[in-house]
């Protein structure tokens, strides 16, 4: 454990108040984009990533509950450790609202930026949560995973409507 002010100003990054907020700016932006250049569908992606973040709770908490498992030493006695919550809220947030911004980027430098931004972030975060003893490293790579997993979804959801509104 290294409780210096830096790793928690990283694992901070994870957090709800911090991740959310960004991922709300990025919401109302891409969805007013979207109106306004007349896409179809313009609400269901902004829509489809609001869901994917409310819903992070309900798939990490049980999860938790379940497999109950210890948190490092710092942490003291409990468990709920495993999966991250920090870190799959840090995933989505950052992660949706990396892929809301990419189509509205016009270069490919822009759109390798974000990416770039996107996944130090993400990083930076599990470095905050495993260097604060707040998290063991497989409990963050455990969330990484299943992040993965559930922003796919949410492209996958997002491409079948778009395909359907524009066959129907």
Same mark, same amino acid.
């Given at each position: 454990?290294? $409780? ?5 100003? =990283? /694992? ?16 109302? %932006? ?12 313009? +609400? ?9 973040? /409310?819903?992070?709770? /309900? ?12 948190? $490092?030493?710092?942490?003291? $006695?409990?468990?709920?450790? %495993? ?6 809220? &840090?995933?989505?947030? %950052?992660?949706? !609202?990396?892929?809301?911004?990419? $189509? +509205? ?6 759109? @390798? !930026? ?13 470095? !905050?949560?495993?260097?604060?003893? %707040? #998290? ?5 790579? &455990?969330? +990484? ?5 559930? =922003? ?7 491409? @079948? #409507?778009?395909? !359907? /509104?524009?066959?129907?």
């Amino acid at each position: 454990m290294h $409780p210096d002010r830096l790793s928690e100003l =990283l /694992a901070d990054l994870g957090n709800i108040t911090v991740a959310v907020p960004i991922l709300a700016v990025v919401l109302v %932006y891409t969805a007013v984009r979207a109106r306004r250049a007349g896409t179809d569908r313009w +609400w269901l992606p902004s829509t489809a990533a609001a869901v994917l973040m /409310a819903a992070v709770p /309900a798939v990490i908490v049980p999860l938790k509950e379940a497999v109950a498992r210890p948190g $490092p030493p710092v942490m003291g $006695p409990g468990t709920g450790f %495993y999966p991250s919550g920090h870190t799959a809220t &840090a995933v989505i947030a %950052y992660g949706a !609202g990396a892929l809301l911004l990419l $189509p +509205w980027l016009r270069t490919p430098s822009a759109r @390798r !930026g974000l990416v770039v931004t996107c996944l130090t972030l993400n990083a930076l975060v599990a470095f !905050g949560l495993i260097r604060r003893g %707040y #998290h063991w490293p497989l409990d963050v790579a &455990a969330s +990484w995973c299943l992040s993965l997993i559930l =922003l796919q979804l949410m492209l996958l959801v997002v491409a @079948r #409507h778009r395909r !359907g /509104a524009a066959e129907g």
